[in-house]
């Protein structure tokens, strides 16, 4: 009996650290998102008032999250070193750093690549309505994850937790 309990205990405990998990999972998109909309304002600050090449700009840019900022330093060192485009270079970036290994989602990622198909091929004034635009677009999305935001992690919370007690009861 004794053993009955302590493995129903695990499995409850299991089921609600995935609804955590994935709880998280969704708040780490949020961040990541923020992350991205901070490296492109200051890639516009760096366009604009420092009147910086693509490169230059993308080299003085520091963002905090890991993911921007191995996304951004593939993307130089494809660009610069194995002299790609830069299309090319932004597409392997963010295959490498987004696509395989952060919780954004195709339609968030599309934002991020539809962006680098423009990006050093027009003049500075361009770029500038380039980024404001997909500013905007990373804005509209991070208002609507934040939105649901709340709702959703406890949602996956409760699930969790509730997903574990119907396993255990029907181990019983």
Do not use: P
């Amino acid at each position: 009996m004794l053993l009955k309990i302590a493995g129903c205990s695990i499995v409850v405990f299991a089921g609600a650290l995935m609804g955590y998990s994935l709880g998280d999972d969704y708040v780490e998109r949020v961040n990541c998102l923020e992350a991205v909309k901070k490296a492109l304002i200051l890639l516009r600050g760096e366009i604009k008032h420092n009147n910086s090449s693509i490169c230059e700009a993308l080299e003085n840019i520091g963002v905090s999250n890991c993911h921007v900022m191995s996304f951004i330093r593939r993307v130089i060192k494809e660009y610069k070193y194995k002299q790609s485009s830069l299309w090319e270079a932004w597409k392997r970036g963010i295959t490498d750093s987004f696509a395989k290994s952060s919780q954004l989602k195709k339609e968030e990622i599309k934002i991020i690549e539809d962006f680098g198909r423009n990006l050093g091929i027009t003049d500075r004034e361009t770029q500038m309505k380039n980024i404001d635009e997909c500013i905007a677009e990373i804005d509209t999305l991070i208002g609507a994850l934040k939105n649901e935001k709340k709702e959703k992690c406890k949602l996956y919370k409760v699930l969790g937790v509730l997903s574990g007690m119907f396993i255990s009861i029907m181990l019983m």
